[in-house]
């Protein structure tokens, strides 16, 4: 049996999670972020789900949550009972050593954007003529949203500007967009 501790700020979708495979599900949202992304898939049976809605953004807000609630649960859970934290945060690590420490099986899964979600984003940006793409960081970040699914996931938005950054597609010139 595994419960699954999601951290939906960080990775933005539930479509690349089978949610169908654990026994519990909880999801921490954050406050900015209005709604669930399941992308196309569908169940058969019901999940067993909590959300943790957040009220106010403040840093690191939803990890402390997401601690909050593992330590809770380990105390609760039967010991044969797994634990996966689903998120692409390295500050959960020395957490997750710790709750092994006490006899918990207990490992970290991380959700990379694949290389055809990368391909679908440059794809939707090159296939215009410059000059009717996004000009605006605001008008880009809406269309990575859009585009990838994770509309109201400011981290998850932000990390994809940079990879863009990263990759030389484009360049941020104060509110303004170059295209290289």
């Known amino acids: 049996m595994k419960w699954a501790f999601i951290d939906y700020e960080n990775i933005g979708s539930l479509g690349k999670i089978d949610l169908a495979s654990y026994e ?8 900015k972020q209005p709604k ?10 019901p999940i067993n789900m909590m ?14 949550h997401l601690a909050y609630y593992l330590g809770k649960l380990d105390s609760e859970a039967k010991e044969n009972i797994i634990f996966e934290v689903i998120s692409n945060d390295a500050g959960f690590s020395p957490l997750i050593a710790h709750i092994k420490c ?4 207990c490992k970290q899964l991380k959700v990379e954007n694949t290389p055809a979600d990368n391909q679908k ?34 981290v998850a938005i932000q990390n994809k ?4 950054v990263s990759a030389k597609i484009i360049k941020i010139s104060g509110t303004g967009i170059e295209y290289i």
Request: proline share 3%; aromatic share 6%; net charge positive.
């Open 24 to 31: 519990r599900v909880i999801i921490f949202l954050g406050a």
């Open 36 to 45: 669930l992304d399941f992308t196309e898939i569908k169940y058969d049976q």
């Open 51 to 64: 959300v943790v809605q957040l009220k106010a953004t403040q840093a690191n807000n939803l990890d402390f």
């Open 121 to 154: 984003l440059i794809q939707s940006l090159s296939s215009k003529p410059k000059e009717k793409r996004p000009q605006k960081v605001a008008s880009l970040r809406n269309h990575i949203a859009s585009h990838l699914g994770i509309k109201g996931n400011e």
């Open 161 to 164: 500007l940079n990879q863009l």
């Open 102 to 105: 006490s006899g918990r099986q």
